[in-house]
């Protein structure tokens, strides 16, 4: 007979965690929180830009590994259409997965707005993303990133107001899985 692991697989947790992470943000409850000064609205859109730039960086850290190593490209694509719905749940517009057709309308809507106060135009370019030759290596500098992310979103949380709160931390917490995750792929590629 033989033996099965005690441990859940990888497709168990991946589905798990986008189903938590959905479950997240369908749950809406009222905040009996007083009115914000006039400021605040502005502080949350920065807030929410910030994110969204936050989601591009881990985009564009997404595909430059699945370039550099082919091989995970297929194991990092559901991971990076997580986070490319994180960048549109905070506003952004993600570019297309490398290898997709976007279509006609992505091009236009890419063009329509690169102003620098929208979430899809940083205020500053991404600096080229270093992908380490050593495919674990790789993943662990992923995985890595998603963990910051997640932690700066945290601590966020409380400057945010209720609604943006509850989408941070829910993507926080779709990130930490990712860097889980992504370290569960280390003995795939040793």
Known sequence: MPLVPSYPSRRTVLTASLAGTAALLATGCSGGEPARPAAAPTAEARLRRAAAR?????????????????????????LREAVAQHMRAFGGTPAPAPGTDAGPDAAESSDADDSPDT?????????????????????????DAERAAADRRTAALLDAAPETARLLASVAAAGASHGYLLTELLPEVA
């Open 54 to 78: 936050e989601s591009a960086t881990l985009l564009d850290r997404y595909d430059a590994t699945s370039a550099a190593h082919p091989a995970l490209a297929a194991a990092l694509a559901p």
């Open 119 to 143: 979430p899809e135009s940083p205020d500053k370019p991404n600096a080229p993303v270093r992908v380490p030759e050593d495919a674990g290596a790789a993943l662990r500098a992923l995985a």
